[in-house]
């Protein structure tokens, strides 16, 4: 396997320090390769390589820009399988979601920026004896960190609108599953990529992320992760006046009406509560179900979440890999044994899975817990693990309470096919995105970000470009 390097003005090179991080297979918890143990030194002479590039990548026409991110998209999807797997051992994720999903939408975005910004337009003003238009430049260089839930897909979905606004960039993957940003920036290398236009540090987020948060001649950060990273991150931008964007922690609901499509409620509640072990930032961990329904769903829906397969990520037929981290499974074992003492039961799972030859990996069985109410810790804090909680409603009004009694408002996900009442939650949910009947379904040009503690701004479509552009009004009297 190959030791990932930084990616630094155009070559792949080892930190400053030399030192670099273990890197662990999930499935095995076993070291499986290391990473750069990057410091501020190397996140300067990334913005040294940014800065350098910048004048001539801003110059480009907007069809070479675009030429290279459809070129970088086109190899993506070449090295479909060699991404998919490495994403697998890296992040423990079934090989069969990296394929079908994780790879597949890292192209996406490199694609669909390359194109969008093609028709990216500004506007102008008519004020009879003088005309306004407004101009949007790119920022300068730009800082972009991310998450190990989603690895390259989240990565990518920062980079590629940076890019094709004209930035340079300083990335910084997440040091939990580093992998699949070297093997793009060895992409990056192969397509051309001119030198110092994007630059990817490798290493911890206290060092690699505060010293791209904090440094002056970074414009703007687009962080994905935690609320309380999050947090960090504006305290240091805001006296520096960096522009930022946030994309937060959820505690998703799940509000299942007895008038839905039952089947197709059912298998979609299986993906959004346990598709990649529960650690998807969109995962519905909080389900209400309609009184009348709430026993045969209870029933069901343990009953599927049983004859889910847990085990080795790589074979094509494994639907829960392993947790991500060592840390990450305690925390959410933590989390279980807290539902016990808030009185909840435990339905199915709630206990750790020791596959065989994977001993040492780090499963834990889907598990479905009821009987807590909604403001203890478990329905209140984000566990981002394969763990929902199910609860009864009686009226529209309380489910509507219940889905917004959190600090949470990333996304919210409704089952009904009474249209009116579908309406009036999608008005009244307090979520940056609201699902009806369905859940995940993705569109790059809609505008995605939460509310509450789960965002600042929004990214996808031309929210992301106008994110990493400035606007200027340019004002001309003509009378
Ligand atoms: P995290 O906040 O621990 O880390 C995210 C990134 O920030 C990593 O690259 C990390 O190294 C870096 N970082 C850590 N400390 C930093 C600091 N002081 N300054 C700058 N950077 C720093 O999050 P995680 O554990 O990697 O990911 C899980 C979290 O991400 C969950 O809360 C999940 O909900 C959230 N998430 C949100 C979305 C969304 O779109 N809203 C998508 C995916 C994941």
Redesign the pocket.
């Known amino acids: 396997m190959s030791v990932i390097l930084n990616y630094i003005n155009g070559r792949l090179q080892q930190a400053e320090s030399k030192e670099t991080l273990e890197v662990i297979n999930p499935s095995t918890g076993k070291i499986y390769t290391s990473a750069p143990s990057s410091d501020h030194r190397d996140v300067e002479s990334a913005v040294d390589a940014a800065r350098a590039a910048f004048p001539a990548w801003s110059a480009l026409s907007i069809d070479e820009r675009s030429r290279y991110m459809i070129n970088i998209a086109d190899k993506i999807e070449e090295r479909l399988d060699v991404l998919a797997i490495a994403e697998s051992i890296d992040n423990g994720k079934p090989v069969k979601l990296a394929r079908a999903v994780d790879i597949p939408r890292g192209a996406a975005n490199f694609r669909f920026f390359g194109n969008a910004i093609t028709q990216f337009a500004s506007e102008s003003h008519d004020m009879g004896t003088a005309i306004n238009y407004t101009l949007r430049q790119a920022l300068g260089v730009v800082g972009c960190?991310?998450?190990?839930?989603?690895p390259l897909y989240?990565f990518s979905w920062k980079i590629a609108p940076a890019l094709a606004a004209g930035n340079t960039v300083v990335a910084?993957?997440?040091?939990?599953t580093p992998m699949t940003a070297f093997l793009l920036s060895e992409i990056c290398i192969e397509v051309g990529l001119p030198a110092g236009v994007l630059n990817i540090v490798h290493?911890?987020?206290?060092k690699?992320?505060?010293s791209?948060?904090s440094h002056p001649k970074v414009k703007a950060?687009s962080?994905?992760?935690?609320?309380?990273?999050?947090g960090?991150?504006a305290k240091?931008a805001a006296p520096l006046f960096k522009k930022i964007s946030l994309?937060?922690?959820?505690k998703n609901p799940n509000i299942i009406f007895a008038d839905c499509d039952y089947e197709k409620m059912l298998n979609t509640t299986l993906k959004s509560s346990f598709a990649n072990q529960g650690?998807?930032?969109?995962c519905g961990s909080r389900i209400y179900v309609e009184r009348s329904i709430y026993e045969k769903f209870k029933t069901n829906f343990v009953a599927r979440a049983k004859l889910l397969k847990i085990g080795d990520p790589l074979l094509p037929d494994t639907n829960i890999g392993a947790i991500v981290s060592k840390v990450?499974y305690e925390k959410i074992l933590s989390y279980i044994s807290i539902a016990k003492e808030e009185g909840g039961r435990v339905l199915c799972g709630g206990s750790t899975i020791h596959p065989e030859g994977l001993e040492e990996g780090f499963y834990i069985a889907p598990t479905i817990i009821e009987g807590l109410s909604n403001h203890c810790r478990t329905n209140q804090e984000?566990i981002?693990g394969p763990v929902v909680t199910i609860m009864p409603f009686d009226t529209e009004e309380e489910a509507l309470h219940l889905s917004n009694g959190t600090d949470y408002g990333?996304s919210a996900t409704l089952w009904t096919s009474n249209l009116t009442r579908a309406h009036r939650f999608a008005k009244e949910l307090e979520a940056g995105i609201v699902w009806v009947n369905t859940w995940l379904m993705r569109d790059l040009r809609t505008p995605?970000?939460?509310v509450k503690k789960?965002?600042v701004g929004r990214?996808g479509g031309y929210d992301a470009l106008k994110f990493f552009t400035e606007q200027k009004n340019v004002c001309i009297d003509f009378s």
């Open positions: 960190i991310s998450p190990w839930n989603l989240l910084k993957p997440s040091e939990v290493g911890v987020g206290e690699v992320g505060a791209l948060t950060i962080f994905t992760g935690s609320t309380r990273v999050g960090e991150i240091v994309e937060m922690g959820g650690q998807i930032c969109l990450h984000e981002f990333l995605f970000g939460g789960s965002g990214e």
